[in-house]
């Protein structure tokens, strides 16, 4: 176990039915029809967490992607002002809507992806200006795009009543016996150093098949 593997998310690591769609590993996830769905790991753990009912907890979390930070670099570059609009709680999140619609397609032609608006904006309110110049500027070293290593989740957890923000963790899903790369494990490291929770959530194989769907 390296020393990433200790994150507790409160949902369960086991899974299912694997299974391969085109070159990614699938694992059986039960929707609200009762009929089995593959889905990635990724996706396991982002609707786990998010299904999670923990007392007052109140959980979201988006999937993030290897253009991640150069993304946001774009977007800081044409929108200096968007902190302002990140910190103003009555009109703020509808300018940011619109900014970050605004830059979808700019995004798009550079092959560069953010997460949907409210994630974006929560993201980056809540790491403030210091680290995400630091994250973007590591992002912009010369190659770091080819082994970019950033987690593939970023979790939210809140008081369900008040709405205040407990805890933010970025996460890196591994299916059992899957190493960590070397340039993940920098990654993480390097988030780590920056004060925040980053670590690797694996998961566990308890069957191989699909489970049958109850009847109608």
């Given at each position: 176990m390296s020393e990433f593997e200790d994150l507790k998310l409160g949902i369960s690591p086991e899974v299912r039915g694997r299974d391969r769609q085109g070159t990614r590993v699938t694992y059986q996830l039960r929707n609200d029809s009762d009929i089995d769905q593959p889905v990635i790991p990724e996706?396991?753990?982002?609707?786990?967490?998010?299904?999670?009912?923990?007392?007052?907890?109140?959980?979201?979390?988006?999937?993030?992607?290897?253009?991640?930070?150069?993304?946001?670099?774009?977007?800081?570059?044409?929108?200096?002002?968007?902190?302002?609009?990140?910190?103003?709680?009555?009109?703020?999140?509808?300018?940011?809507?619109?900014?970050?619609?605004?830059?979808?397609v700019p995004l798009a032609e550079e092959d560069l992806t953010l997460p949907e608006a409210e994630m974006t904006g929560r993201l980056l309110y809540t790491l403030g200006p210091d680290r995400v110049h630091a994250l973007v500027t590591r992002h912009r070293e010369p190659g770091r795009a080819a082994t970019p290593?950033?987690?593939?989740?970023?979790?939210?957890?809140?008081?369900?009543?008040?709405?205040?923000?407990?805890?933010?963790?970025?996460?890196?899903?591994?299916?059992?016996?899957?190493?960590?790369?070397p340039h993940q494990a920098e990654e993480l490291?390097?988030?780590?150093?920056?004060?925040?929770?980053?670590?690797?959530?694996?998961?566990?194989?308890?069957?191989?098949?699909?489970?049958?769907?109850?009847?109608?």
């Open positions: 996706e396991v753990v982002l609707k786990r967490f998010r299904m999670k009912a923990s007392g007052m907890s109140l959980c979201r979390g988006t999937r993030l992607f290897p253009s991640l930070w150069r993304a946001v670099d774009m977007l800081l570059t044409q929108h200096q002002d968007f902190y302002a609009y990140a910190f103003d709680t009555k009109t703020g999140p509808r300018r940011m809507r619109k900014m970050l619609n605004g830059i979808k290593g950033i987690p593939d989740l970023c979790l939210f957890e809140f008081n369900r009543l008040s709405g205040v923000q407990r805890r933010m963790l970025f996460v890196e899903v591994k299916r059992p016996g899957e190493r960590l790369a490291r390097f988030m780590r150093s920056l004060g925040l929770t980053a670590g690797v959530f694996r998961l566990r194989e308890v069957g191989t098949g699909k489970r049958e769907a109850r009847a109608a």
